[in-house]
Structures are given as structure tokens and as C-alpha cells.
């Protein structure tokens, strides 16, 4: 399995302000691509596995560096890679490219499940134990 996973885009005008560079919330959302994208190179489907049986993973809590600005039409790749799993928490980092290569952003996010629409804590392991052996199978930096 792939300790990383990319994902390529291409900057779009809405993603940017009236002079043309992208506005810093947009590479949060490009986070939250770029997570989707990890867990589904691994075969989850987040909508499928998570959502529909009653468990959403949410934002506990968000970081990005802003190092090099980025213009409509660029093409850029983030890099996802997970840092820690746990029964109850996710922590993503990532990598947002140039097409050169050079650095433009560095963040992470760290989550939670909870159970769907009452935002109660859920120990995977204990609410979806399939589910669970294959996240913690996932390539990770560490395990709690």
C-alpha cells in the first residue's frame, strides 16, 4: 500500500480572489479532496462506509502553512499521507505542489468519528469492526 497519494487539480477561477490567487480557504478544501482520495486508493469509500452506516468522521482540528502563492489555471498536486490511527482519531498531513514541484502549502487536520447527526464520540474498533481492521491496516507513521 502507498504511504502517500496524490491527487492533481487545476486551480479554478472560484477558487481565487478578484486578483487571481487562491483564497487560503480553498486549500482546506483541497484537504478534504485529497483525504477522500487517500482512503479511497485504499478501497474506502467514505460515503458508503462511513456515512451510510451511521458514522461521520469530522474536523477536530485544521492547519496550513502558506508558503508559495498559487493562480487560476495552475496545476497543482496534494499529497496525503495519514500520520497516526487510532479506534477513535484520524490525523492527516499534506502537500501542496507546484507543477514545478515547489512547496505551496503544508497542513494537516486531525478528525473524529462520531455517530451521524448527534456528534457522540464512536470507537471504530468497537461500532464497525471490519471497518476498523482495514483502517488500521492503512499505511500510517503511527498507531495509539
Not at 479511497?40 to 508559495?68: N, P, S, W
Not at 497543482?76 to 502549502?105: M, N, P, Q, W
Request: glycine share 4%; net charge neutral.
Amino acid at each position: 500500500m502507498a504511504e502517500t497519494v496524490s491527487t492533481r487539480l487545476e486551480v479554478r477561477w472560484g477558487e481565487c480572489d478578484p486578483a487571481g490567487i487562491v483564497y487560503h480557504p480553498s486549500f482546506i478544501d483541497w484537504f478534504s479532496v485529497a483525504r477522500m482520495h487517500f482512503l479511497a486508493e485504499h478501497g474506502i469509500q467514505y460515503m458508503r462506509e462511513f456515512h451510510d452506516t451511521g458514522i461521520t468522521i469530522v474536523v477536530t482540528d485544521v492547519a496550513c502553512k502558506y508558503i508559495l502563492p498559487l493562480r487560476a489555471e495552475e496545476h497543482i498536486e496534494i499529497v496525503a499521507k495519514l500520520v497516526e490511527c487510532s479506534r477513535t482519531r484520524l490525523h492527516f498531513e499534506y502537500d501542496v505542489l507546484k507543477s514545478d514541484g515547489s512547496l505551496s502549502a503544508r497542513g494537516s487536520t486531525r478528525h473524529a468519528f462520531v455517530k451521524h447527526g448527534v456528534i457522540q464520540p464512536v470507537n471504530l474498533q468497537k461500532a464497525s469492526p471490519e471497518l476498523w481492521t482495514r483502517i488500521a491496516s492503512l499505511p500510517t507513521l503511527a498507531r495509539a
